[in-house]
């Protein structure tokens, strides 16, 4: 038998080596002839299995793109299977895939019925801000015709009569039947104004041609004068008209109801 510590020959059954002197294990016992060795118990390695990818992450996803085509109602369905599965993703200690997937089908899900929600209100909201905004713009004709009438009062205290031409010239220089009771609109107006028929003030909208559909006129003791303009994206044209009792009428509304 060989020495493992200085690897020379010893003869069989020596308990030490000749040489350098290493003492041998003792020989365990033999098995008895005709037996079988003894079977070496079998061990099941842990070996873990691949993980998987979640359905409902993958649901959760496809029905987030597809809630804006549903008006919300498929977005709402994988919110829920978003959180479902994120969940459950959460839950497996790495078995389950998809977290993702399961984040975005939230996101998505949660977006889509907010940007509907939005466009509702923008529906309702933008359409009444339109007519706000126009009646605001009314308030200018309200005001300069309320103006009208307190110069046209006024003219007719000093001279018993109210303007009757629609134009005069005096010293070379033309002034109309709105100038002539010292009345001019101040900064840039939204409506034309019309006295006698005619034309007096234009806004940039309207052609200085085209009349407010001749609801003006006067003579010595009565007088209409009216203003119109387009206060909104139409091609109707708001008119009002202010008499010599003072009654203002909105004869053409062009306020959208």
């Known amino acids: 038998m060989r020495c493992p510590n200085c690897g020379k020959e010893n003869s069989e059954g020596s308990k030490s080596c000749q040489h350098c002197g ?13 037996s079988k060795p003894a079977a070496i118990p079998e061990t099941r390695s842990a070996i873990s ?9 993958i649901a959760s996803l496809v029905l987030g793109i597809l809630g804006g085509c549903s008006f919300g109602l498929a977005g709402i369905v994988g919110l829920i299977l978003g ?4 969940r459950e993703i959460g839950r497996s200690q790495g078995q389950i895939r998809g977290k ?3 984040i975005t089908g939230i996101i998505l899900g949660a977006l889509f019925p907010v940007f509907i ?17 126009a009646r605001a713009k009314q308030s200018e004709a309200k005001q300069n015709l309320g103006a009208i009438f ?6 007719y205290a000093d001279n018993n009569t109210y303007p009757t031409a629609p134009m005069i010239n005096v010293n070379g220089k033309d002034y109309n039947c709105l100038a002539i009771a010292d ?9 034309t104004y019309e006295c006698m028929g005619t034309v007096a003030y234009h806004n940039d909208q309207i052609a200085p041609s085209e009349s407010c559909g001749g609801n003006s006129g006067a003579d010595q003791t009565s007088f209409t004068i009216s203003a119109c303009g387009n206060i909104d994206a139409d091609s109707t044209l708001d008119v009002w008209t202010i008499n010599d009792s003072k009654v203002l009428i909105n004869v053409v509304n062009d306020v959208r109801e």
């Open 22 to 34: 290493h003492q041998f294990a003792a020989p365990g016992p033999s098995a008895p002839a005709g």
């Open 49 to 57: 299995q691949a993980p998987r990818t979640s359905g409902m992450a």
């Open 83 to 86: 959180i479902i599965a994120y």
């Open 100 to 102: 993702g997937m399961a």
């Open 117 to 133: 929600f939005l466009g509702i209100m923008a529906a309702i909201a933008i359409p009444n801000f339109l007519r706000f905004q």
């Open 150 to 155: 307190t110069a046209y009062a006024a003219y």
């Open 183 to 191: 009345w001019e609109p101040k900064g840039r107006i939204r409506y």
